[in-house]
């Protein structure tokens, strides 16, 4: 068994930093509100039709898709955290600039490669700054938290940027969007770079070097364990991605009009379910173990695809749906935790974390495509059920082969310097 030492004498950062941590997450939260269904909605009452809309809608998810490897590379080696999300943010700030003031084809396809580059450094580059702060042993709660307030700031800038494009126009919630550019640019400069220790902001093996040592790439794509996880989160994503489209759609059909009220709630309400659970997620993850928390969070959506299959009441939905707050809260917690877990001590935690991104992000990209297909060939309880079968698989995949990662007990060794702690196996493999 290899052991691995580790200094425990990781003092706690500065308030401030924390602080402004906390509304780094909610403007953050907010600005990327700023796209999504807006852009098409935007571009449709510029008269474009829906090919095109489609067409700059791909190009972002391609971007983002093909750039989430590379980003989390780059969130490794870099030195400052803070520089990585900065650019990123302004990156998003202009692509939303240039669809709110541009309606031309060349300009909205610009915008759209900014906006699924700049996205791909969020994840892994807040992840980085969380981990630097707090270290591995308090990541579980700073992470409930950072979800917390992510969540409160994706269901504020829906309410407020909905009601402007209803007060006054779509183009407005593009300006509105970027101006949260800067309190967020203002509270990320809040977070002093000196308390972002960057040996434990990539799962260095060494926590104070400043040019750690680190695991080789192809070691850590033989760790089968990742491995199992991506996996899972790509069946996840292909599961749950096309799940409230298709609802929708039903929804369009039976109540009409009213349709888009009832999709509004059943978007909205599960992040008021994630706000209240996720800082839950963050503790029991430390007490239960992370296995069972990923359970639950990958039921979820067999679940609720398989219920859906045979209403569409209204009020029911909404209901079924409040389950996805219970997906939301844990999954959005143990994606980050389950990876630090596997890469502590490789110095490749954003690298794993921009290959789980990849995973997900492919499983969301097909699978509207394969659903839709389904639905349109055999109806639409055949494709629900359909998804029920693959979220299923998710959960038996992580029954047989996801062993739980949450770090042994520290053993303290005769004679050692600090603390060691010792691993089933070596980091980086299986």
């Not at 052991?3 to 997450?25: K, R």
């Amino acid at each position: 068994m290899r052991t691995t030492s580790v200094e425990t004498s990781e003092p706690a950062p500065p308030h401030e930093s924390l602080h402004a941590l906390d509304w780094l997450n909610f403007f953050l939260a907010a600005l990327l509100v700023g796209f999504g269904p807006f852009v098409a909605v935007h571009y449709a009452e510029q008269g474009w039709a829906a090919t095109g809309i489609g067409v700059v809608l791909t190009i972002s998810g391609l971007a983002g898709l093909f750039t989430q490897v590379p980003a989390g590379e780059l969130v490794d080696i870099v030195q400052s955290k803070r520089a990585v999300v900065g650019v990123g943010a302004a990156a998003s700030i202009l692509a939303l600039l240039i669809f709110g003031l541009r309606v031309d084809f060349p300009s909205a396809a610009a915008a759209a490669v900014l906006q699924g580059t700049a996205g791909s450094v969020f994840g892994p580059g807040v992840a980085a700054i969380s981990l630097g702060l707090v270290g591995h042993h308090a990541l579980a709660e700073r992470l409930g938290r950072n979800q917390r307030f992510a969540s409160i700031g994706s269901l504020s800038a829906a309410v407020i940027m909905g009601g402007i494009g209803y007060l006054l126009s779509t183009r407005d919630i593009f300006l509105t969007a970027a101006a949260l550019g800067i309190p967020l640019l203002w509270t990320l400069a809040r977070i002093r770079r000196a308390d972002i220790h960057f040996g434990r902001s990539c799962g260095a093996p060494d926590h104070h070097a400043t040019n750690p040592p680190r695991i080789g790439r192809a070691v850590l794509l033989r760790n089968r364990r990742l491995l199992v996880f991506a996996i899972c989160l790509f069946l996840f994503q292909l599961a749950n991605a096309s799940l409230l489209p298709l609802v929708g759609q039903a929804l369009t059909r039976t109540e009409g009009r009213a349709s888009s009220v009832v999709v509004s709630a059943l978007i909205a309400l599960p992040q008021i379910i994630v706000a209240l659970l996720a800082p839950w997620a963050g503790r029991t993850a430390n007490t239960w173990g992370r296995r069972p928390l990923l359970l639950i969070g990958l039921a979820v959506v067999p679940i609720r695809s398989g219920l859906f299959a045979f209403t569409t009441d209204p009020a029911l939905l909404i209901v079924l749906q409040l389950l996805d707050g219970l997906s939301g809260a844990t999954l959005g917690v143990l994606t980050t935790l389950i990876i630090a877990d596997l890469t502590n001590g490789t110095g490749r935690f954003n690298l794993a974390l921009g290959l789980a991104g990849a995973a997900s992000g492919i499983g969301a990209s097909l699978s509207t495509s394969i659903f839709g297909l389904v639905v349109q060939r055999f109806g639409y309880t055949a494709g629900l059920l359909g998804i029920t079968a693959v979220g299923l698989m998710s959960v038996a995949i992580v029954m047989a082969f996801m062993p739980e990662t949450k770090p042994s007990p520290f053993v303290r060794k005769p004679g050692a310097r600090g603390l060691t702690w010792t691993r089933p196996t070596g980091a980086g493999a299986d």
